[in-house]
């Protein structure tokens, strides 16, 4: 949903209307532009995924900073995980003291009731980030704080960040939906044993880890899953459990994981089949860039899970026509 969006606002009224925008969704407590009035541009959209609040943040150069007095006055009890998204180079993150370039590979995390923040980038921007009540990780407020330096050596950081960017590409659909309280869910879980895997003691890595284990597999696959090598065996030894594990694992959660990774691999052909973005590249090389290495095997799995040719689905998609094919596997 569209917060602000200052290049529909007169110049000398921009700075304010910024300020108090990112005051009241983020708390924050002084904005420094990197550009004059006439110049800077900033948008803000913001959804709501049950108890879990998702930004958008981007534009001209700027600082955000975010007191601890602020902090623990507006935002007792809260705790947000940003990231830098792609294609918009390496911003600044410092937090409690910590100092962190962050790329588009990396996160940031703040604790706001211990700790002061401030967020910048140069030149055009863009954060993508989430806040949701501490009480939600479950997790002591001392050992959220501790990891905040040492989220760049866990291995789950990578796994949270492709959920975030997934999470925030399909924003306007699922957010309010049906969906949206399971995808918080998910995202807590992720976030959770991103902190526990550097900053918790043995016992609550091993229990984190056995209440996790799902959320990262899926999470593991949706980061990987254009690849064609993609199997059991490697997605088992990926998190340290046997085959049979895996499988159990998956039964256990209501879904069959070779259903799902040719579902998901055939959503993600069918929406780049019909994007107008991707009209020069054939159908061959849309199967392959989403793991399907044989061709025929992509047209008669497209075709039972939606009732009709990859050909014809990118043909009516390209004219508007909404097809009576069946429902999506």
Request: net charge positive; hydrophobic share 40%.
């Given at each position: 949903m569209l917060v602000l969006d200052t290049d529909d606002l007169p110049a000398a009224d921009r700075f304010e209307v910024l300020h108090t925008a990112v005051a009241q969704e983020g708390g924050i407590s002084s904005v420094e532009e990197s550009e004059p009035a006439t110049r800077m541009w900033k948008r803000l959209e913001v959804w709501h995924f049950g108890p879990l609040t998702l930004f958008d943040t981007r534009g001209t150069g700027v600082r955000f900073v975010r007191s601890l007095r602020k902090a623990r006055r507006e935002l007792a009890g809260k705790v947000s995980v940003m990231t830098q998204a792609e294609g918009y180079g390496t911003a600044s993150f410092g937090c409690d003291g910590h100092q962190r370039h962050?790329?588009?590979?990396?996160?940031?995390?703040?604790?706001?009731?211990?700790?002061?923040?401030?967020?910048?980038?140069?030149?055009?921007?863009?954060?993508?980030?989430?806040?949701?009540?501490?009480?939600?990780?479950?997790?002591?407020?001392?050992?959220?704080?501790?990891?905040?330096?040492?989220?760049?050596?866990?291995?789950?950081?990578?796994?949270?960040?492709q959920?975030?960017?997934?999470?925030?590409?399909?924003?306007?659909?699922?957010?309010?939906?049906?969906e949206?309280?399971?995808?918080?869910?998910?995202?807590?879980?992720?976030?959770?044993?991103?902190i526990v895997s550097v900053a918790g003691n043995e016992h609550t890595r091993r229990e984190v880890a056995r209440e996790t284990l799902l959320t990262r597999v899926l999470a593991y696959l949706r980061a990987h899953l254009t690849e064609p090598d993609l199997t059991p065996r490697r997605v088992a030894l990926a998190h340290g459990i046997s085959v049979r594990t895996l499988y159990?694992?998956?039964?256990?959660?209501?879904?069959?994981?070779?259903?799902?990774?040719?579902?998901?691999r055939l959503e993600g052909a069918?929406?780049?089949?019909?994007?107008?973005?991707?009209?020069?590249?054939?159908?061959?090389?849309?199967?392959?860039?989403?793991?399907?290495?044989?061709?025929?095997?992509?047209?008669?799995?497209?075709?039972?899970?939606?009732?009709?040719?990859?050909?014809?689905?990118?043909?009516?998609?390209?004219?508007?026509?909404?097809?009576?094919?069946?429902?999506?596997?």
């Open positions: 962050l790329a588009t590979h990396g996160i940031g995390l703040t604790p706001h009731m211990a700790a002061s923040h401030e967020y910048s980038w140069s030149g055009n921007g863009r954060s993508i980030a989430f806040s949701v009540d501490i009480a939600h990780l479950d997790l002591p407020v001392d050992m959220v704080r501790a990891a905040v330096p040492l989220l760049g050596h866990s291995p789950v950081e990578s796994l949270l960040l959920h975030i960017q997934g999470l925030h590409r399909h924003a306007d659909r699922l957010s309010g939906g049906p949206s309280e399971a995808l918080a869910a998910a995202t807590l879980q992720l976030t959770r044993a991103l159990r694992l998956c039964e256990e959660g209501g879904l069959s994981l070779e259903k799902w990774i040719i579902r998901r069918r929406t780049d089949l019909a994007a107008t973005d991707q009209s020069h590249r054939t159908i061959e090389s849309i199967a392959r860039a989403w793991g399907f290495a044989n061709p025929t095997h992509f047209s008669r799995t497209f075709r039972e899970a939606y009732g009709t040719t990859p050909g014809q689905w990118r043909r009516h998609a390209r004219n508007g026509v909404s097809l009576p094919g069946r429902e999506e596997p």
